[in-house]
């Protein structure tokens, strides 16, 4: 029969399936991303409508499935699944950063890999970003997160030193390179990347929250994600009218 597991979960893409059915993408705390197909809850009846219903994006689930060998391994077979109390009621615009995040994991992660603490620094996204004030609050989760996505996926960001193994500076300013690191100035006409600042990296390194710093935060994140999501826009980008 094989192992019996049980995991909670949240709904990160789900799109139709045949005619009643749904293929949906999950982010489990010990199972890294998991594909499913929930059969039937695309019919009228009262009991499907209401599974369908948990099948929402920030509704925690408790997904039970058991493992067996099978000539799809990117599919689970789920004998059952609910609703359970975690659940972040996002709204407006931190609704659409929750999107971003699930977008973000949908297309880098691979399957069944485990990712324990980004799991959970996920769920702290989604905290914050349930009792975010303004759009500087949201910025600030979505910075921490995506620092946690690149540490899970090995890119290791040393924002206390440089190239050199020298301590970053507050009063100078960096070439950021994604294999090699930071550089300091004076930059070389030929070197190529990102230019920031020291102070906000140090800031950023002892999570310090700096409002001067978010485009800088954003801009050097989104330059260590941009090779894991090759040239095709984001979508929950373009739902915003601004850009995250």
Known sequence: MGEHIEQLAFVLHRRAYRETSLLVTFFTERYGKQNAIIKGVRSASKSSQAKQAWLQPFQGLQLRWREKASANHDLITLYDFESVPTRFPLMGESNLCGLYLNELLYRILYPSIET?????????????????????????????????L???????????????????????????????????????????????????????????????????WKALLRYCLSPFLGKSPIQARALFQREM
């Not at 324990?116 to 009792?131: C, N, P, R, W």
Request: with cysteine; hydrophobic share 35%; aromatic share 16%.
């Open 116 to 148: 324990t603490e980004l799991f959970q620094a996920y769920q702290q996204a989604l905290y914050d970003l349930a009792v975010s004030q303004t759009r500087n609050d949201q910025a600030w989760a979505l910075r921490k997160f995506e620092f946690s």
């Open 150 to 216: 690149l540490t899970d996926l090995g890119v290791a960001l040393d924002l206390k030193v440089d190239y050199y193994g020298q301590p970053i500076s507050t009063n100078k300013r960096y070439l950021f390179h994604i294999e090699l690191g930071f550089f300091p100035e004076p930059f070389k006409d030929t070197q190529e990347g990102l230019v920031v600042s020291g102070r906000c990296l140090q800031q950023f390194a002892n999570r310090h929250y700096c409002e001067s710093c978010l485009k800088e």
